[in-house]
């Protein structure tokens, strides 16, 4: 298995010793500042770091982007100082950590989806950077913060102001939409270096830009050649990826595993797009053949940098790892993000009410026929007037109430929040706490459209998502890319008018109307997209007495999180309600996260006491 990568970013200055000390006999990789003090430390393969060095400038450009040092060199040449910094990144293609060490300071950046995110903790004098939160714990020997891993209970993808807190002590997670600065003394602070734009470009010229910016998105995973890989479910976002990567010069792979239930319209799909890719070598693997979800999600596993919901699908990312190396692929593209930037929510309405008024009447039409939501519920949502923070504060306190029984999608600022049935109430006081303690902050939404802020919040949900699949399957040698989160891309989608992006008798119109002479026409008139709740009740039945057997000796259970007699009820009902699944993968992530980082160590690591060293391997 290879080793996971990582990396931290010192301040240029003495205040940085003690940091050097502690993570430096871990590191088999050093990049230095102009003063010859250790700038980046930590264990990276070939090609993922490209270093520049011009000046009074050092920047570095830490993931997947195709550009050489040369190239980076002559974008550095005219950077002064840190605030010039970001025009280097406007000339950049793909997905990437921005550091740099101009005059003695420093600036870190990840990416405004939150795929590449950054962290800071105080070690010894100074503010130490870096891409993942257990390098920093291991080197403070922080403690599990007990108050966010409740709130990992929840549902993925509500509030931005909780969910993006570090899970240990001492360790700080810098939003997605900021970056980091450090001072030479060891000092810092954090700056926004990304906002979301205003939704106002029409959809014909967005349509245009989007397609420019996926196409270069693509070719940041393709240019190197060799094999890459795609997954090809007849959906219109895996889709539109495969017949970009296929205009490259990399030779592809694509794999589709089959779904169980039989009305499941992606099998008709993904056999057209093979078919219209005669190219591409193509996997299709029927729904009995390898693992299903629950398959190897009890573990063991390896320690985990966070809680992630991935690990139910942990035996399948591990097959497909092998199978897609088996081919030669040496990157494997999915197209998560797509449903988060190509569709819009339902909220967008409460914004068009408002601001175009004549074309609301339409959209209410088709909404109310998709949803069969009553008129007057629907009006109620329309005048809501509620700030973020005041829906905030609401939901904390109701968040361990019963689900509701009429599920129609809200308009409000974001979706119900419920603890799982099996939570102990000491869990419910703690996440609410915390959530109040976030609403009492009056925090700012993600921007000023209702819809808008959600689709920034999902898309960030989404990073988080792809973070952690990628960790998975890096350390199963595959790395994995999703063209559609990347910055440009973000930027492009979000910028095209939410109605148009919603297209009310349309699937995706954007995306379409961007792939139109890339993607065959009669492939883009999809409407639809595939279910797989059949697959997941028939793993779930699989797996349910290895899952029992887990939660028999649960670690949330001793620390009072959770009732493992609930949950044991709720596993064996024959047919678990919608949210009890959803609640299901979350608690399995913060478990199996748990039993992850208690495991014993490999000889030679030096341990602290609530938390392990950095990943890597003394050089």
């Known amino acids: 298995m290879p080793e996971e990568e990582w990396f931290a970013v010192l301040p240029d200055g003495p205040a940085a010793l003690t940091a050097v000390c502690a993570l430096r006999p871990l590191a088999d990789r050093i990049v230095a500042h102009g003063s010859g003090r250790p700038w980046l430390l930590g264990h990276w393969p070939e090609g993922q770091v490209t270093v520049a060095r011009t000046g009074r400038a050092r920047v570095a450009v830490i993931g997947r982007c195709p550009v050489t040092a040369v190239e980076l060199a002559a974008l550095v040449s005219h950077v002064e100082d840190l605030a010039q910094v970001e025009r280097v990144a406007e000339a950049l293609a793909g997905s990437f950590h921005l550091i740099a060490s101009v005059g003695g300071r420093v600036r870190v950046r990840g990416s405004a989806s939150g795929v590449r995110r950054v962290f800071s903790a105080l070690v010894g004098g100074a503010t130490v950077a870096s891409g993942r939160c257990d390098v920093l714990a291991g080197?403070?020997?922080?403690?599990?913060?007990?108050?966010?891993?409740?709130?990992?209970?929840?549902?993925?993808?509500?509030?931005?102001?909780?969910?993006?807190?570090?899970?240990?002590?001492?360790?700080?997670?810098?939003?997605?939409?900021?970056?980091?600065?450090?001072?030479?003394?060891?000092?810092?602070?954090?700056?926004?270096?990304?906002?979301?734009?205003?939704?106002?470009?029409?959809?014909?010229?967005?349509?245009?830009?989007?397609?420019?910016?996926?196409?270069?998105?693509?070719d940041s995973c393709t240019t190197a050649g060799g094999t890459v890989s795609a997954d090809l479910s007849g959906g219109l976002d895996s889709t539109s990826l495969c017949f970009l990567a296929e205009r490259g010069p990399a030779r592809l792979v694509t794999t589709y595993r089959q779904g169980a239930d039989p009305v499941n319209s992606d099998v008709a799909w993904a056999e057209r797009a093979r078919a219209a890719l005669p190219e591409a070598e193509h996997q299709c693997l029927p729904q009995d053949v390898g693992p299903l979800w629950f398959a190897g999600a009890v573990g063991p596993h390896p320690p985990l940098e966070e809680p992630g919901a991935w690990v139910r699908d942990a035996d399948r990312l591990a097959d497909l790892a092998r199978r897609m190396a088996a081919a030669g692929s040496r990157l494997h593209l999915a197209g998560h993000g797509g449903d988060e930037l190509f569709s819009v929510t339902p909220r967008y309405l409460h914004d068009l009410a408002?601001?175009?008024?004549?074309?609301?009447?339409?959209?209410?039409?088709?909404?109310?026929l998709r949803a069969r939501q009553p008129l007057r519920p629907l009006l109620r949502t329309l005048v809501d007037r509620t700030t973020y923070a005041q829906w905030l504060a609401l939901a904390a306190e109701e968040m361990d109430a019963a689900p509701a029984t009429v599920t129609v999608p809200g308009l409000s600022w974001g979706p119900q929040l419920r603890m799982p049935p099996w939570a102990t109430p000491e869990a419910v006081r703690s996440a609410r706490a915390l959530l109040r303690e976030a609403a009492a902050d009056t925090p700012e939404p993600l921007a000023p459209h209702r819809a808008q802020h959600d689709a920034v919040q999902y898309a960030r949900t989404a990073g988080v998502t792809v973070r952690r699949l990628g960790?998975?399957?890096?350390?199963?040698?595959?790395?994995?890319?999703?063209?559609?989160?990347?910055?440009?891309?973000?930027?492009?989608?979000?910028?095209?008018?939410?109605?148009?992006?919603?297209?009310?008798?349309?699937?995706?119109?954007?995306?379409?109307a961007a792939m139109r002479d890339v993607v065959p026409a009669a492939l883009l008139a999809r409407t639809s997209k595939g279910d797989y709740s059949t697959d997941f009740y028939i793993a779930l039945n699989r797996h349910r007495a290895e899952l029992l057997e887990l939660f028999d000796g649960s670690l949330l259970a001793g620390m009072g999180l959770i009732d493992t007699a609930v949950l044991r009820d709720a596993l064996l009902v024959p047919h678990p309600t919608p949210h009890i699944v959803t609640h299901l993968s979350q608690t399995l992530a913060c478990e199996t996260w748990l039993r992850s980082r208690s495991r014993p160590r490999p000889a030679g690591l030096v341990q602290g006491p609530a938390g392990p060293p950095p990943p890597g391997r003394a050089p």
């Open 139 to 218: 080197a403070i020997h922080a403690a599990v913060d007990e108050r966010v891993l409740v709130t990992r209970l929840l549902p993925a993808g509500a509030v931005h102001s909780v969910e993006g807190r570090s899970i240990w002590h001492g360790v700080m997670a810098v939003p997605p939409d900021h970056c980091l600065v450090l001072e030479p003394d060891g000092r810092a602070a954090v700056r926004r270096w990304w906002t979301a734009p205003e939704p106002v470009v029409p959809l014909a010229e967005g349509a245009v830009a989007l397609r420019q910016a996926l196409s270069a998105a693509v």
């Open 354 to 368: 408002r601001e175009h008024p004549l074309k609301a009447p339409a959209h209410f039409r088709t909404h109310r």
């Open 471 to 512: 960790q998975a399957t890096a350390r199963a040698g595959l790395p994995l890319a999703a063209p559609c989160l990347d910055d440009p891309v973000l930027a492009a989608a979000l910028s095209v008018r939410l109605h148009e992006r919603a297209g009310p008798t349309a699937y995706k119109p954007l995306l379409t």
